[in-house]
């Protein structure tokens, strides 16, 4: 089982590594975390099946995924791929080490060691471009000059009521 938990630990960072909501959330992160957050992630990740072996579900996964993205972060995603990496990871876990299938865990790895990740940048959404409000100058007030030539305080905000 050793040498079969090692190959799945490498599936799962690999894994992580090509995850490419997770390395957005790292890159455009505003924390400077104590322990780099993928390799916490992937610590969590592997006490999370040690503790409960073949009972883990995807949808625990994905539940773990958002608060740890929300939490360490400081993000959220929606692009359903909490659920995705989840039961990817699952029937990892199922092949891997429980059928104890080294070939397709080294499949797995061989395919993943070669997948590129498209270049990571966060694109201007050109509807929320749309959205931005142009603020203009306000005209300034024009000033009021009362019979004796003192000119007049105007106040900018209106005071509260009187209580």
């Known amino acids: 089982m ?6 799945f630990c ?3 960072r690999l894994t992580l590594t090509k995850w ?13 975390p104590y322990e780099p957050p993928q390799q916490e992630l992937e610590r969590h990740i592997l006490d999370f099946f040690v503790k409960h072996q073949q009972q883990v579900q995807a949808d625990e996964l994905a539940g773990n995924f958002e608060d740890f993205f929300a939490e360490q972060l400081d993000c959220e995603v929606e692009d ?16 891997v080490v429980v059928k104890q299938d080294t070939q397709a ?7 993943m060691s070669n997948v590129q990740l ?10 929320f471009e749309e959205m931005e409000e142009v603020h203009e100058p306000r005209p300034k007030q024009e000033k009021i000059i009362d019979e ?16």
């Open 80 to 95: 359903g791929s909490f659920e995705h990496v989840g039961k990817q990871l699952v029937e990892l876990y199922a092949t």
């Open 20 to 32: 490419q909501a997770l390395q957005l959330a790292i890159e455009n992160s505003p924390y400077v």
């Open 10 to 12: 490498q599936t799962v």
């Open 148 to 163: 004796d030539g003192f000119e007049l305080v105007q106040s900018k905000k209106k005071r509260p009521p009187p209580q």
């Open 105 to 111: 865990g080294l499949n797995y790895v061989q395919l």
């Open 2 to 7: 050793s040498q079969n938990w090692d190959l």
């Open 118 to 127: 498209p270049q990571s940048s966060v694109e201007e959404d050109e509807d």
